[in-house]
């Protein structure tokens, strides 16, 4: 299976900073990656497709890039709305497998 | 509008079964790969199940195979996970999402609990 693992696990952050989270394939996986917001007792929302395409309703601050095993997801200018936690996922092969999540929390 | 509601949900003794059942709506059902993901504190999102809109392609997580099945019924607008001989492991909770590569719609979600 591939391994999706997810740097940092938890970050602070203000309103309107810029923050990067990071994600990385334990095999290539091309550009087979998802990002998705979740807010707490909310299921998971499609932010990123592709690795770097934004899903239809989700805010140019959001930006996705990287192919191959090393991936970004950076928010510029945060918003109250962005702390939530955040996960990356693999779309290369059964199983898909997903990162264990980043926690933007504010500072 | 475009809609996944899960349903099932529940405690069940270790061993036991459960089926759960996704109702869709807001887009023809038929048309879309679906899949059944979990999650839990401890292990996060776990996918576990996937069915193409031909019903021709079915995938599970090795932690479920044999053991749960995926189905659909266009007709009825529902997708279903038959969960038979359930462990404290599966407890978790269980969503529907729609989507091939990547699950763009999402239930809210159903928890399952197996604990005597």
């Known amino acids: 299976d591939i391994q999706m693992t997810q740097s940092p696990s938890s970050v602070s952050a203000s309103v309107g900073d810029r923050v990067t989270i990071t994600c990385r394939a334990s095999?290539?996986?091309?550009?087979?990656l998802a990002w998705y917001q979740q807010k707490p007792g909310k299921a998971p929302e499609l932010l990123i497709y592709?690795?770097?395409s934004l899903h239809s309703g989700v805010p140019s601050r959001f930006s996705g890039s990287g192919s191959g095993t090393d991936f970004t997801l950076t928010i510029n200018s945060l918003q109250p709305d962005d702390f939530a936690t955040y996960f990356c996922?693999?779309?290369?092969?059964?199983?898909?497998?997903f990162g264990q999540g980043t926690k933007l929390e504010i500072k | 509008q475009v809609q996944l509601v899960e349903s099932g949900g529940g405690l069940v003794k270790p061993g036991g079964s459960l089926r759960l059942s996704c109702a869709a709506s807001?887009?023809?059902?038929?048309?879309?790969?679906m899949s059944w993901i979990r999650q839990t504190p401890g292990k996060g999102l776990e996918w576990i199940s996937y069915?193409?809109?031909?019903?021709?392609?079915?995938y599970y997580a090795d932690s479920v195979k044999g053991r749960f099945t995926i189905s659909r019924d266009n007709a009825k607008r529902s997708l279903y996970l038959q969960m038979n001989s359930l462990r404290a492991e599966d407890t978790a909770v269980y969503y529907c999402?729609?989507?091939?590569?990547?699950?763009?719609?999402w239930g809210k979600g159903t928890t399952v609990t197996v604990s005597s």
């Open positions: 999402a729609r989507g091939y590569y990547y699950m763009d719609v």
């Open positions: 807001g887009f023809t059902l038929s048309a879309y790969s």
């Open positions: 069915i193409s809109s031909s019903d021709d392609s079915i």
């Open positions: 095999q290539g996986i091309s550009s087979w």
């Open positions: 592709a690795a770097s």
């Open positions: 996922q693999q779309a290369k092969s059964f199983p898909y497998t």
